[in-house]
């Protein structure tokens, strides 16, 4: 049977709620993943509960940024001009009706 090791990987730090925790990562050699948030709790994840993890933040990470380019849209649509630019002479800039 091959010896326990660990391997930590780069911590970070997630910010939620008004309040900030410190995330360990560790990676054993029983191929188990946990994910130490703070003092708060502790999760151990084998690879199939990884691949649902990862899924499940992959998904809400891209609604995240459908509904921003959404607004980003709303908001263009919202300060667009309604008409065309016109010049001095009252016509509309790039009209090809007057070429």
């Known amino acids: 049977m091959p010896k326990y090791t660990e391997t930590k990987l780069p911590s970070f730090t ?5 309040r900030s ?10 191929d188990t993943l946990t994910l130490t948030f703070g003092m708060s ?9 990884i691949e649902q993890l990862e899924e499940a933040l992959v998904t809400a990470r891209r609604l995240i940024q459908d ?25 509309a800039f790039n009209d090809p009706g007057t070429w």
Request: aromatic share 8%; proline share 6%.
């Open 14 to 18: 997630l910010e939620t709620e008004g």
């Open 21 to 30: 925790l410190d995330v360990e990562s560790v990676v054993d050699s029983y």
């Open 41 to 49: 709790f502790t999760l151990r994840l084998d690879y199939n509960n």
């Open 67 to 91: 509904q921003a380019i959404d607004r980003a849209g709303e908001s263009f649509t919202e300060n667009a001009p309604q008409s065309p630019p016109r010049g001095d002479d009252g016509e």
